[in-house]
């Protein structure tokens, strides 16, 4: 018996809920890694590296099925990102060694990376009539918020309940499992083409916006390395450099950085593109230099507010720096170009937290992410100045062009 359809509300609510799910799912981790590595005796480099196999796996589900969607339906790919996000948490429950952990965060990016593209997709076009220009809002609250709350919740479930490496893993296995049957009864929002053939999507940039692209991928590249920071370390500042071992509290640190992120998104205009490009970057600047000064300080309360003010930097510079690359692109490679911002992003939530890892094992945890926070300052400030002096090239040039005519 074939499942009874959603109307366009559930539909839609369904599909925000099961989106903001999986990207919880992806930062579930986030307060456990210390707990782990003293129960399995990693290094710090060896935890920055079970962090950053997610990326891998988002990139791959990016770059390798990033427009399947278009082709064979948004439903059957959002089934499979669920499968392999209620996967990933399986396997979290069973982790015991460090390659256990390593395949469960692959799962889970896998699972974020398939729901990136087809998940925004899905929910712009389910919205019902009164969400419609909203819709694009609430795709990027469940996106970034999710990765917040996922850190938040798990923080709590850790120190206040019990069985703390498991717990977490456990209730988001069970409310994956009830969105896999709700799914199935989620209308399809485009006609399949089961004859198609599934070919990676490509990345390029073309010519006429690779200068915009190179600064905005520059802040991109920054904020995505102090999000990396904070998903992947922020644990250990708080523990070590702060000392305070509340798992709750360190757990709440991505919340807000994400969450400042993400109502950022949701509030910005859609118009004045290059001021708020311009304006995220100071902003990102600003807010890293002073998570810079909390971990001298060993200071919480900046800390938290160098996260509120990173966050709307980041959230405004990466929003803003799509926008402005977009804008200068066919409608035919926006998508390539995207998959290209993309998997710039994702390389600076990788990488760069392993760089820091390593560092924090030869110099201390301390000196290394005061370094850290100064050089992605330093990134945001030199997008910041390209992106000026770009604007006041091409503002020269159009005068030109104007007494000329």
């Known amino acids: 018996m074939a499942p009874r359809t959603m109307g366009s509300r559930a539909a839609f609510s369904t599909l925000v809920i099961a989106f903001a799910c999986v990207m919880l799912g992806a930062t579930l ?11 399995l005796g990693f290094s710090p480099v060896v935890q920055t590296v079970i962090f950053a196999s997610y990326a891998v796996g988002v990139l791959a589900a990016l770059l390798l099925c990033g427009g399947w ?48 593209g087809t998940a925004t997709a899905a929910v712009i076009e389910s919205a019902p009539e009164p969400w419609r220009g909203r ?65 990676p999507r490509k990345v390029k940039v073309p010519e006429a916006a690779r ?18 920071l904070f998903t992947a370390v922020s644990p250990r500042i708080v523990s070590e450099v702060v000392g305070d071992p509340n798992h709750a509290l360190a757990g709440a640190m991505p919340l807000l950085l994400l969450g400042a992120s993400a109502l950022t998104q949701v509030v910005l205009p859609p118009a004045r ?19 810079a000064l909390s971990v001298r300080q060993a ?69 290394a992410g005061i370094w850290f926070c100064v050089a992605a300052a330093v990134l945001a400030v030199a997008a910041w100045a390209s992106l000026a002096w770009g604007g006041r090239g091409s503002d020269r040039t159009r005068g030109r062009h104007t007494q000329d005519a």
Not at 29 to 39: K, S, V
Request: proline share 5%; charged share 10%.
């Open 299 to 367: 200071s919480l309360p900046l800390l938290a507010v160098g996260a509120v003010i990173a966050g709307c930097g980041q959230g405004m510079s990466f929003a803003k720096g799509l926008a402005a690359v977009n804008d200068l692109v066919d409608s035919a490679d926006r998508a390539a170009v995207s998959s290209a911002y993309f998997v710039v992003l994702y390389v600076a939530i990788s990488l760069p937290v392993v760089g820091l890892g390593a560092a924090s094992q030869a110099w201390g945890l301390r000196p």
């Open 135 to 199: 819709a694009s809002n609430a795709a990027t609250a469940a996106n970034i918020g999710g990765l917040g709350v996922g850190s938040a919740l798990a923080g709590v479930l850790v120190q206040y309940l019990p069985a703390p490496l498991k717990l977490s893993f456990a209730v988001h296995a069970v409310a994956v499992c009830v969105l896999v049957a709700l799914l199935r009864c989620v209308p399809e929002t485009v006609e399949p083409d089961p004859g198609s053939r599934l070919r």
């Open 273 to 291: 593109t290059r001021f708020f490009l311009l304006t995220g970057c100071l902003l990102l600047a600003a807010g890293i230099l002073l998570v």
């Open 69 to 116: 969607s278009d082709l064979r339906g948004r439903r059957p790919l959002l089934l499979a990102g669920l499968l392999f996000s209620l996967v990933s948490s399986l396997v979290f429950l069973g982790a015991g060694q460090v390659w256990i952990l390593l395949v469960g965060r692959l799962l889970s990016g896998v699972s974020a990376g398939i729901f990136a």
């Open 211 to 228: 200068s915009v692209f190179v600064s905005a991928a520059t802040v991109g590249f920054a904020g995505f390395a102090v999000t990396g």
């Open 29 to 39: 981790p986030t307060p456990m890694y210390p707990l782990w590595q003293r129960e």
